[in-house]
């Protein structure tokens, strides 16, 4: 008997289950960088970047979500999600070489109801998917190498607000950040009804519904991240 992962729905259940972690994970990483913006407010943000008795004291609510990422429990829980997350991206360039190769063209992955195909990011997936791992990788040197990579290796992690303000303060890094969000948005937007049509969640009344959900989804994470870096320019740039 053929595996089952070698028909349509095997490969496209991989997809949702991996996308399933890359939610998880962007509304983990979304929420702690909020406290950064919540520090700005209450004064914090400026007083704890300049002052390295409070940083270490974890004086800041921002720096009191990285210590979190810094427990047990999130430190063998984030490099999962992770994984999740590259499973994600490295399977979607799979099952785009694939179609390319089957059917003699492009073509996305997943094709599930008229209104996927009529969708631009349904049929652009794969772009946005490139898109999003190339700044992703970007990212990484500017963030988790100087941080999570840092105490992982026994070494003291960097500054957090500083790392936020030397990152957003140059205007073209920011819009740089500024056009992954976009790409993020809309590959959230249909992966995830996407992921829940994958498993069976597809008919007219729930469909609509997961549309809606996702679109709200991933506005939410993505207007998170905007919040995140335009502040933190602001805060490098002395406008606020």
Known sequence: MANA???SIGKKLIQ??????LVIFLLLHVTINLFSVIDTFTGKFGVVAADQKLFSAGDGLFQLGCDFMSTPVITILVPVLALGFFIHILYGCYLTWYNIWARGGYKRYGAGSRAAVDSWSSKNMFVLG???LGILFFHLTHFWA?????????SEAENP???????????????????WFVALWFHL?????SMFQTVG???QVWFKR????????????CLGFVVIAVNAFLQANALI
């Open 210 to 221: 997961l549309k809606v959900i996702g679109v709200v989804v991933a506005t939410l994470i």
């Open 5 to 7: 992962f070698h028909y």
């Open 16 to 21: 949702a289950i991996s996308g399933a972690f």
């Open 201 to 203: 969640w597809n008919n």
């Open 189 to 193: 937007c249909h992966g995830f009804w």
């Open 161 to 179: 607000y500083l790392l936020l303000t030397a990152t957003f303060g140059r205007w073209w890094m920011t819009l740089i950040y500024l056009i």
């Open 146 to 154: 100087k941080m999570q990579l840092r105490e992982f290796m026994g």
């Open 130 to 132: 490139i898109v999003v």
